[in-house]
């Protein structure tokens, strides 16, 4: 069975610097994996997504992930943090087999200060 | 951009009573998704629909749970009698395909409290 795990509750960061947010997934085959992103009051958003095809995906506001196969994971970076990023994000994984469901990790809440 | 909408936002409900979360998913989308989140904890998956019919559902979806396309734009979900542990943020989600790698969209939220 599929499950993600999210290393983090909570990140915090100066404004200007990089963040990273750690996900690791498990999945008995090649997964698709996807992060959101969830503004207070706000829906989730769909920030990005890896479907096997490059391992190094970009997003929406300077967001990136790298799927690592050897590493079981895929991390969210950004180089340099803006207030406005400040939200709660979640690394998901779609059910390949008998299912579209997708499995939320915990969520980390990122907070940014000037 | 195409969005999903839900109504209410927000809804205090009574122990027992019944409740319906209305949807609007994206037009041209052709699946149909409910997910909870109880505050603190994980997203949810609880039911998938597509073709007029429920094509998954978790656990947590029982026989309280029921949902319905009842026109050609808006997609329910029902709960028949609900339960203080029912209190939660309910998303309603659309997408075009199935394809794992087919973006899922989601609306921004029902909250129910039940009291």
């Known amino acids: 069975a599929q499950s993600v795990t999210q290393l983090d509750s909570h990140v915090s960061v100066s404004e200007g610097t990089p963040v990273l947010l750690r996900c690791n997934y498990s999945s008995s085959y090649s997964p698709s994996l996807f992060w959101y992103v969830q503004h207070p009051n706000k829906g989730l958003q769909l920030l990005l997504k890896?479907?096997?095809?490059?391992?190094l995906v970009k997003g929406i506001n300077g967001f990136e992930a790298e799927f690592k196969k050897s590493e079981t994971s895929f991390h969210l970076t950004k180089p340099s943090a803006h207030m406005s990023d400040a939200a709660e994000y979640f690394c998901?994984?779609?059910?390949?087999?008998?299912?579209?469901?997708?499995?939320f990790g915990k969520g980390t809440t990122l907070s940014v200060s000037s | 951009e195409p969005e999903v909408t839900q109504t209410p936002s927000h809804q205090v409900t009574q122990m027992g009573q019944e409740v319906i979360l209305r949807c609007v998913p994206i037009?041209?989308?052709?699946?149909f998704y409910w997910y909870r989140q109880i505050l603190g904890q994980k997203v949810e998956f609880l039911v998938s629909?597509?073709?007029?019919?429920?094509?998954?559902k978790s656990e947590i979806f029982d026989d309280q749970f029921s949902v319905e396309r009842p026109d050609g734009s808006n997609f329910t979900l029902k709960i028949r009698s609900t339960k203080l542990e029912d209190s939660a943020m309910y998303f309603c989600?659309?997408?075009?395909?199935?394809?794992?790698?087919?973006?899922?969209?989601f609306g921004e939220g029902s909250w129910l409290t039940v009291v």
């Open positions: 989600a659309s997408s075009a395909s199935t394809d794992s790698g087919n973006t899922i969209y």
């Open positions: 629909f597509y073709n007029n019919e429920i094509s998954e």
């Open positions: 890896y479907t096997s095809a490059a391992t």
């Open positions: 037009s041209n989308h052709l699946y």
């Open positions: 998901v994984v779609r059910k390949r087999q008998a299912g579209t469901a997708l499995i």
